[in-house]
């Protein structure tokens, strides 16, 4: 079992940054890939990125590419994400998952936080 545990979400205007948090406790976190999920409201789960075992991948969603940043220590077991130039349609619930493919489909991931709320207003 992996435990996953994100912080750092709130309330921010347009054009703003956040950075978001992912710890993990369990077993050992390099053996996981690790992803950034969000839902809108009214929305379906979508990928926003993902990075590979030691960091030497990424894959982001067309939407969000240039202006998020996913990293992850795995001396520390956390991966973050670093969100610049919010819009409002950046405005959900992320969620922070952990799973044995490098993938966009969340149906690949194993474990899941509860999530945190990124709300950004115009």
């Known amino acids: 079992q992996v435990q996953l545990v994100e912080s750092g979400g709130g309330l921010v205007q347009a054009g703003g940054s956040l950075r978001l948090f992912c710890g993990a406790s369990g077993r050992t976190f390099s053996d996981y890939y690790m992803g950034w999920f969000r839902q809108g409201p009214g929305k379906e789960r979508e990928f926003v990125a993902a990075?590979?075992?030691?960091?030497?991948?990424?894959l982001y969603a067309d939407s969000v590419k240039g202006r998020f940043t996913i990293s992850r220590d795995n001396a520390k077991n956390t991966v973050d994400l670093q969100m610049n130039s919010l819009k409002s349609e950046d405005t959900a619930i992320y969620y922070c998952?952990?799973?044995?493919?490098?993938?966009?489909?969340?149906?690949?991931?194993?474990?899941w936080g509860q999530g945190t709320q990124v709300t950004v207003s115009s």
């Open positions: 998952s952990a799973g044995r493919n490098f993938e966009r489909v969340a149906s690949k991931y194993d474990y």
């Open positions: 990075i590979s075992r030691f960091s030497g991948r990424t």
